[in-house]
């Protein structure tokens, strides 16, 4: 079974930082990964998605990396704001399945 | 578009009574139909998966007679929980898949709690 780890669980980071989060999985057969925010009591805000076959995909101050060699993924948020501050979920499905199997976030915290 | 609904948005029971929790595509067909539990401080753990017009698919350890899923149509999935208990307490979160789609559309979320 997929599994997916989040590095850190949390992040304290002063305002205006560059920051990545990191996202690992254990089987390579991906078919795409998403990162999701979700603030507290709420549901999930889709942020990125990158299909198997991509290698980035950028959103404004966002930008996701995919390498599926090294079973890796990264969330890059460039100069942070308060507004930030969320739980950050990255979320891969497996190639051969249509569910998705989620980490279990970076709790990310953006001090003025 | 893409939009997923979830009613209601919070709902405090009983022990021992049932509930029902409503996903809805808006503005989509929606094939398949996810459901997810997520416990505080922890990520969502998928139930089950349900196409319509068949009986749902539920995730190892998952009760499916006390986890009543119905997707009777493109647009509506239903979740009951049966006889609710304080340990049920948990946020429910539904996601729609359009049809040839392969992105997932998450709902709002529901939060339950059983006294």
């Known amino acids: 079974k997929q599994e997916v780890t989040q590095i850190p669980a949390a992040l304290s980071v002063p305002e205006g930082e560059n920051l990545v989060l990191n996202c690992s999985f254990t089987d390579s057969a991906i078919y795409n990964l998403q990162w999701f925010r979700q603030d507290p009591g709420k549901g999930l805000t889709s942020l990125l998605l990158i299909q198997s076959s991509q290698r980035e995909q950028t959103s404004g101050r966002l930008n996701a990396s995919l390498d599926k060699s090294s079973g890796r993924s990264t969330l890059y948020i460039a100069a942070s704001q308060p507004g930030d501050s969320a739980t950050y979920l990255c979320a891969m499905r497996p190639y051969n399945n249509n569910d998705m199997r989620f980490g279990a976030g970076t709790r990310l915290t953006v001090k003025p | 578009g893409a939009v997923v609904s979830q009613h209601p948005s919070r709902v405090i029971c009983k022990s021992g009574t049932s509930v029902k929790i409503e996903c809805r595509s808006l503005d989509f067909q929606a094939t398949t139909m996810f459901w997810y539990r997520q416990f505080p401080k922890q990520s969502l753990m998928l139930m089950a998966t349900s196409n319509e017009g068949s009986k749902a698919t539920y995730e190892q350890g998952v009760e499916k007679d006390k986890f009543l899923i119905n997707h009777a149509s493109l647009t509506l999935s239903t979740l009951t929980v049966t006889s609710a208990h304080p340990e049920d307490s948990s946020f429910y979160i539904c996601?729609?898949?359009?049809?040839?789609?392969?992105?997932?559309?998450f709902g709002p979320g529901t939060r339950l709690t059983v006294l």
């Open positions: 996601s729609a898949s359009p049809r040839g789609d392969n992105e997932q559309f």
